[in-house]
């Protein structure tokens, strides 16, 4: 493949219809061009630019080359790499490719679904026009199968908790299943004081009967850090209203946004874990040893935190520490504490912050099967890196951290069903019009946003009663988000949800 190279740039003084060097180049283009040499011939003599390259060629080049055209200039700065045979032209050992092949070309060098840099290592071995290496990034990226199939997301920078002012201000709870038997976990984000209490089932009523029976002793926190379910059901969400309370809840199918929550759950479960091969050893011993044993970084234990003072254990202790006493500096230090664990999370984390504006077209992580898959997004939710998006297959409208979202440059639909639905809107339901941009026109053309149905249908609607109808929408979707319906199973609604009125 060298050889047209080495010939084009160590030519002998001959002329270019020498036979032997003709011979050379023909046997290399052969090979080159396979079997399909006549369709490109075709296209390259048919081709405006590459006429005149071969003319150039052929007759010479012009020594000034601020006459030519765009196109032809850049092959003006590549000429003496070029060679003509049998109306194909070759750049060193790569055949260059007319305008009117270079979509067949692009599906063929990405027929393997290979990702945009080994796309242009096999353009690099074999085809050739200028600007290849641009038309291989556009369309690699805008592969539906590849963005499907694309790996998770880079993590996000760490969004520190709010340090609370107060032991037992700020909670995170969450259920830990461990052998078939459910565990509320509770950890206070001041004290970092850890309760785990085994629960009846995962009913909203048994966590509600074991948050009041920690409440009993505690003291009702402020603000819950809750995982969506069951915190964010209906009898749970009363039950806040009831003792004053607010539950904060993270972005479904994305537990990290309630990081505390998840560290406490960890470490019930490696006690949980570590009980089951020791007999002598129980939760409750557990949890003691944890409570009275000091935090890094604090010189002070959960218990001493929390209720200033040291638990008595089994471990010999002398009186007066004991006694109760006020902790220091409490808030300063905690504050040090989570900026060093910021510190260290972000160095692996993405520097760049993720944003998306309602009426983007996205990508969205299925939890379940990783496929990305894709939708609109539809407003930006109050909790931190929260949006929701309405799946342009099923018209599903779902809540989604940013870590399982990503741009949709390419705008397709897929054909792959979404099958985890929070909240099912009937398609005729949903056909809102959303605009990427607006003119300033009154009167605009609308592309039809529900994908699923007729791409080229476009309608004729006021900007004023689109914006009335995202508004009106968008409240509703609010609402029921804050309503939630009455009959669930674990990832199905099975209430028919009330109309839009649009
Ligand atoms: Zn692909």
Redesign the pocket.
């Known amino acids: 493949m060298h050889i047209a190279d080495a010939l084009s740039r160590d030519y002998l003084p001959c002329e270019p219809n020498d036979e032997v060097l003709m011979n050379q180049v023909h046997s290399v283009s052969s090979v080159v061009a396979n079997n399909v040499e006549n369709e490109y011939a075709v296209s390259t003599i048919s081709d405006e630019t590459l006429k005149q390259v071969i003319n150039f060629y052929n007759t010479g080049w012009p020594k000034n080359p601020n006459l030519l055209s765009d196109n032809i200039k850049k092959y003006y700065k590549i000429r003496n790499e070029l060679t003509v045979e049998n109306n194909l032209i070759y750049y060193r050992d790569r055949l260059v490719i007319p305008d009117n092949l270079k979509t067949a070309i692009l599906i063929q060098l ?1 027929s393997g ?2 990702g945009i840099v080994k796309c242009k290592a096999l353009a690099k071995n074999t085809v050739y026009w200028p600007g290849i290496n641009l038309d291989i990034e556009s369309f ?1 990226s805008k ?5 499907e ?1 694309a790996p998770s997301q880079q993590k996000q920078k760490m969004i520190p908790l709010d340090i609370p002012d107060l032991p037992y201000e700020q909670v995170a709870v969450d259920i830990l299943e461990f052998k078939g038997q459910f565990y509320l976990v509770v950890i206070d984000s001041y004290s970092k004081w850890l309760d785990a209490i085994q629960l009846k089932n995962k009913t909203s009523q048994s966590v509600i009967d074991v948050l009041q029976f920690l409440f009993s002793i505690h003291g009702i926190p402020r603000v819950v850090l809750a995982d969506n379910n069951p915190f964010k059901s209906h009898v749970c969400t009363e039950f806040a209203k009831k003792l004053n309370f607010t539950i904060v809840s993270c972005s479904p199918h994305y537990h990290q946004s309630n990081g505390l929550a998840e560290r406490a759950v960890s470490i019930v479960k490696s006690f949980l874990k570590k009980c089951l091969r020791d007999p002598k050893a129980s939760l409750q011993t557990c949890l003691l040893q944890y409570r009275i044993t000091p935090l890094a970084g604090l010189d002070a234990s959960p218990a001493q935190l929390l209720m200033s003072r040291q638990l008595r254990s089994t471990i010999p202790v002398h009186v007066t520490k004991l006694k109760p006493s006020i902790i220091p500096n409490v808030k300063a230090n905690l504050i040090k504490r989570s900026q060093i664990s910021k510190d260290q999370y972000d160095k692996s984390a993405n520097r760049k912050e993720i944003e998306f504006s309602p009426s983007d077209y996205v990508f969205m992580q299925n939890p379940l099967t990783h496929i990305w898959e894709p939708g609109i997004i539809m407003e930006k939710c109050t909790e931190p890196r929260s949006y929701l998006v309405k799946h342009t297959g099923t018209s599903n409208i779902v809540r989604r951290n940013v870590k399982h979202l990503k741009h949709n440059k390419s705008q397709l639909k897929s054909p792959v069903p979404y099958c985890t639905p929070v909240f099912m809107l009937p398609a005729s339901e949903t056909n809102v019009p959303i605009l990427n941009e607006i003119p300033n026109d009154n009167d605009i053309e609308i592309p039809h946003n529900d994908l699923d149905q007729d791409l080229n249908q476009n309608v004729q609607i006021n900007v004023n009663e689109i914006d009335l109808n995202l508004q009106r929408w968008r409240d509703q979707i609010r609402n029921r988000l804050e309503r939630p319906p009455e009959v669930r199973t674990r990832t199905r609604v099975v209430k028919k949800p009330n109309r839009l009125n649009l």
């Open positions: 990405h679904h290979q690699v592969c539906l199968v590849c963005a199939f």
